[in-house]
């Protein structure tokens, strides 16, 4: 076997013990009996393996989280800082630090080595600009990793997920019950799995009256614009027929759409009702407040860390997709149809 091709998991294999238990010997972590230590070591000189030991000299394991470069500071984002609050507290909780590392597809050969140079395992956050490719290759490298509100088809990777298709269903459902049925939606990039399984999930309500949006209602996102959903709201008042109720894909695209509804002096809900996804605090001090689906952010944080701590420690290597209860959230922001 050649010496640049192996890497722990043939190691492990050689000596009948799992990735975690030659990750463990290896940083000369406590747990492993010295039988099972000495097997290890047998097979790494036997197959000329260097392994490559943390330089780090916290006495603190750490985790890797790796999200993609966001236009606004991570922390402060409605979706990323609940997730990093989520994975910090319970890394805490464990006894763990977490590594920040963010993806720039700007920036062309993104150093994965770096990234799990001093890391035990990896919390990868949304997709969007982060290629599956990056994650096939941190596998390849023997990473113990946890996706969040991302999956990868034709792959098993352990990943916790809100319950975004029931969120684009409820809305969507909430909306019809009140009478409305000339509805547009204000979908979000394709590139990010959690959005287009909402998106299915309004067509899917939708469906069950036996309705469609129409295509002029649903105009592309705006790629960069700093408030999501205002153009393409726009988009839609230019027309010459207007629909009585938007679904916004997030709470982002609502606070951009009603911008531009308020603009066009129009009233909300009594000209155009809106309703949306994710219940971040903005949307409970909107004017009127929004009608939104509670996504627990904070709490997919947290159970990824502790999915991914069970990795780590050996206990749990079953693949499988947790998806976490979505919950309607009724305010003002939508109003029965006039």
Known sequence: MSKSKTNMRDIASAAGVSVTAVWMVIHEKPGISPSTAEKVWSVI????????????????????????????PAISDVFYGDVIRGVQSEAERLGMRVVLSVFDRNKRGFDLNGLIQDVRGVVVANDGDLPAQTVLQLTALDMPI???????????????????????????????NLGHRDIAVLKGPSKYSSLVDRLRGCMAAMAEEHLLFPPEWMPEPMSGHPLKGYVQMQEILALDRHPTAVIAISDKTAIGAMGAIREAGLRIPDDIAIGSIDNTRESQFMRPPLTTVHIPKYELGVLAMQKLNRIIMGEDTTAFKSVVYSELIVRESCGSAR
């Open 146 to 176: 946890v996706l969040i509100e991302s999956y990868i088809a034709g792959h098993v990777f352990p990943c916790v997920l809100g319950d975004n298709f029931m969120a684009g269903y409820q809305i969507t459902r909430h909306i019809l």
């Open 45 to 72: 000189n036997n197959l000329d393996y260097k392994p490559r030991k943390s330089n780090s000299n916290s006495q603190m394991d750490a985790v890797g989280l790796l999200i993609e470069q966001s236009s606004i």
